[in-house]
T-cell receptor, first 114, second 115 residues
Framework: AQKITQTQPGMFVQEKEAVTLDCTYDTSDQSYGLFWYKQPSSGEMIFLIYQGSYDEQNATEGRYSLNFQKARKSANLVISASQLGDSAMYFCAMRRSGTYKYIFGTGTRLKVLA | GAGVSQSPSNKVTEKGKDVELRCDPISGHTALYWYRQSLGQGLEFLIYFQGNSAPDKSGLPSDRFSAERTGGSVSTLTIQRTQQEDSAVYLC?????????????FGPGTRLLVL
């Protein structure tokens, strides 16, 4: 069965520092996609970054990068130079190739301290 | 529209009443998803539409829940005889096509409170 695990229910980081949010996944598929979303207190889900299982390079989008370790089945999100506006819930999600269903983790609540 | 819209943004209802939640996806997006998010929890998949058809309704928690999509655009999620455990945020998302790399674009959600 497909599963996403986020073991950190809450994290604190000092403004301007980097932070890593953990995500591990369980699948027997070879082809799949991994996503990270941000959910601010307003409630809307915002897409941050995507990593395909066959992508050789780690994905990067501005201050966001994905530390993809396929053998360990981990897809950790790294946020560099944290800003106060980064305080939010962060969800890791997976989608199998050829299917339409996304599986979400339970999320990590990040608080950036001034 | 520029993004996915949902209405109402908030809904308070009494136990036993029916409610309808509406989702208007991004124009041209063929795939539409409904999720439920209980307080402090992750997203629970409810149903997926490709065009007007719903190939997977397995996430609907009970037969009190139903959804339809007309014209390949607007979707309505209906909850009959609401229960207090139905209280949650209901999120709608759409994608241009159901390809692996395609991310979902989410609406702001409808916050449902059943008294």
């Amino acid at each position: 069965a497909q599963k996403i695990t986020q073991t950190q229910p809450g994290m604190f980081v000092q403004e301007k520092e980097a932070v890593t949010l953990d995500c591990t996944y369980d699948t027997s598929d070879q082809s799949y996609g991994l996503f990270w979303y941000k959910q601010p207190s307003s409630g809307e889900m915002i897409f941050l970054i995507y990593q395909g299982s066959y992508d050789e390079q780690n994905a990067t989008e501005g201050r966001y990068s994905l530390n993809f370790q396929k053998a360990r089945k981990s897809a950790n999100l790294v946020i560099s130079a944290s800003q106060l506006g980064d305080s939010a819930m962060y969800f890791c999600a997976m989608r199998r190739s050829g299917t339409y269903k996304y599986i979400f983790g339970t999320g990590t609540r990040l608080k950036v301290l001034a | 529209g520029a993004g996915v819209s949902q209405s109402p943004s908030n809904k308070v209802t009494e136990k036993g009443k029916d409610v309808e939640l509406r989702c208007d996806p991004i124009s041209g997006h063929t795939a539409l998803y409904w999720y439920r998010q209980s307080l402090g929890q992750g997203l629970e998949f409810l149903i997926y539409f490709q065009g007007n058809s719903a190939p997977d309704k397995s996430g609907l928690p009970s037969d009190r829940f139903s959804a339809e999509r007309t014209g390949g655009s607007v979707s309505t999620l209906t909850i009959q005889r609401t229960q207090q455990e139905d209280s949650a945020v209901y999120l709608c998302a759409s994608t241009k096509s159901p390809t692996p790399k395609e991310t979902q674009y989410f609406g702001p959600g409808t916050r449902l409170l059943v008294l």
